[in-house]
């Protein structure tokens, strides 16, 4: 199952395993299960403190769990975890053996006190990037604490449990039956979400932080280069992100980023992390920021109030807070998401195999998608609005050479249509003839570009017509020490790597700012 190199590699993994664990299989006739007990075997082979039984009694088959002899079993993967997924295989193993996870020891504890019973499903497709993270903070939660459990389920070897639960989009967590999450999570924020006094015990502790002289909102690509550039000046740095790494963690393939030919976007705003963590930079994740609140005066404190009601203080703040995927906004569009309507073709492309499906967008995004999907699906159609398609001529021509894709042009989707649980067609209207048309399928993967998050700022600063933040060549926004970068902002030309410029030069223009500016004058007592 598994070749040469991948058993040398796992085999130095295993080393690290600190008790014996046990993989118990529940097989089946199947050419997968066949193939998931090549894998135990191969496995077990490579390690004596690793041992496998086939005598397993879960319901889905083929399955297996993870587990110390003698003790319950609390991971289980119904189907086999290779892909993207393979990871967490590794993880599980060597967690489960003893061998300590690289997570902040304060969370380890907040884990462990967490009461409760929690069995979480987690519907996956192996080509889902997205999925692991989630995949693995629950495994993780199922080794720390007895009360929980944790099982991975991939969506295209069970379809009928799929379809008897309409999930469209992955990954889609369930919590002792009732839908928990989709999308992409963190273990802080699982975490959060069960840890119902989390919020206001870290919202205290925010607030009482001493005030910053450049506080960095956002954590994608710009903000962890302006949170760099501050940092080595020696001043004191902080970032709020809702979510370390930004839009940057939902892209998959990388290959325009200068130097390294090719990087996936997970991996990518890992390196950005860790980069920012090499500097005395206070990172404070899942924080959303809901207003501004400039400084009354040159020499004043800017606060910037977040939506767990913790509020913080600084001299100068850089906004780089990105952007977001663009909706429709047509009718059926929000009833419909994660039923039909997704945004991710390699997330959710597979549990749309052998079905029909749409792409709305004819830009660079939008033709990659619809290349992608027609290796998987049955059908797919794309709708562009302008006369002609604008992607790249290299990726017109692919598409053009697909027998199952139909391009149309000059098409406005006027609506998602649905039987009231999953998505069945879409309406549009031919801007050309004025003609009405639908197109019956099962899925619409929307590809239109991108939205600043910059909904919050409303009347605080100058924003574009577009709801992008005005700057200047130096990265100024309309309030003195106020500054913004990245795709937030008005720059033309929404990459990364200009994002990561925009944002040292933000810093830089901070760094100036506050040099420049006088300190507060203490009064006399």
Not at 40 to 56: Q, T, Y
Not at 288 to 309: I, W
Not at 446 to 455: F, H, K, M
Request: net charge negative; aromatic share 6%.
């Amino acid at each position: 199952m598994l070749d040469a190199n991948i058993k040398a590699q796992l085999a130095t993994y295993l080393e690290k395993l600190q008790q014996p664990i046990e993989l118990v299989a529940s097989p089946d006739a199947s050419d997968a299960s066949r193939q998931m007990s090549e894998l135990l075997a191969d496995i077990a082979a490579l390690s004596p403190k690793v041992m496998v039984r086939e005598d397993g009694s879960d319901e889905r088959r083929p399955s297996f769990s993870i587990g110390r002899p003698g003790e319950a079993h609390r991971i289980r993967f119904a189907g086999l975890p290779m892909g993207h997924e393979f990871t967490s295989l590794i993880l599980a193993l060597l967690q489960t053996g003893g061998h300590p996870p690289k997570v902040d020891a304060a969370l380890i504890e907040q884990i462990k006190r967490i009461p409760g019973q929690f069995r979480f499903e987690t519907f996956i497709s192996l080509s889902c990037h997205n999925c692991p993270d989630v995949v693995q903070a629950l495994n993780l939660m199922a080794v720390l604490n007895p009360g929980v459990d944790s099982v991975m389920i991939d969506g295209a070897l069970f379809q009928k449990e799929v379809e008897a639960r309409q999930i469209m989009a992955v990954p889609v967590v369930y919590l002792n039956g009732e839908v928990f999450g989709q999308g992409r999570m963190t273990l802080e924020e699982i975490v959060a979400r069960l840890d119902t006094g989390a919020a206001a015990r870290e919202a205290e502790k925010l607030s009482a932080r001493d005030p910053f002289d450049v506080l960095v909102v956002g954590g994608g690509p710009a903000g962890a280069a302006a949170a760099i550039y501050a940092a080595r000046k020696g001043i004191r740095t902080g970032v709020v992100a809702e979510r370390f790494g930004g839009q940057v963690l939902d892209t998959l393939a990388i290959e325009n980023f200068i130097s390294v030919q090719h990087t996936e976007g997970p991996k990518l705003a890992a390196a950005l992390e860790q980069h920012v963590r090499e500097y005395e930079v206070d990172i404070m994740n899942l924080q959303r920021a809901a207003a501004l609140v400039p400084a009354d005066s040159a020499a004043g404190m800017h606060e910037v109030k977040l939506a767990s009601g913790a509020m913080l203080k600084t001299k100068t703040v850089i906004l780089a807070t990105g952007a977001r995927w663009r909706e429709m906004n047509v009718p059926g569009e929000q009833e419909y998401k994660a039923k039909g309507v997704c945004f991710c073709p390699h997330c959710d492309g597979p549990l749309f195999k052998g079905k029909r499906v749409a792409v709305i967008g004819g830009g660079n995004s939008g033709v990659e998608a619809a290349i992608d999907l027609a290796g998987i699906v049955g059908h797919v159609t794309l709708l562009e609005f302008d006369s002609r398609l604008r992607a790249d001529a290299v990726l017109q021509a692919k598409l053009k050479s697909l027998p199952n894709v139909t391009v149309i042009v000059s098409a406005q989707t006027t609506e998602v249509v649905g039987d009231g649980h999953k998505v069945t067609g879409l309406a549009y209207t031919d801007r050309a003839s004025g003609a009405s048309h639908r197109v019956e399928l099962e899925g619409i993967f929307v590809q239109i570009g991108l939205l600043p998050n910059t909904d919050w700022l409303k009347g605080t600063l100058k924003l574009s017509r577009f709801g992008e933040i005005e700057v200047d060549a130096r990265g100024q926004t309309s309030v003195p020490g106020v500054f913004a970068a990245g795709d937030a902002t008005t720059v033309p030309y929404k990459q990364i790597i200009i994002a990561m410029g925009e944002g040292a030069k933000a810093s830089l223009s901070a760094f100036d700012h506050l040099i420049r500016t006088p300190a507060p004058v203490a009064l006399a007592a």
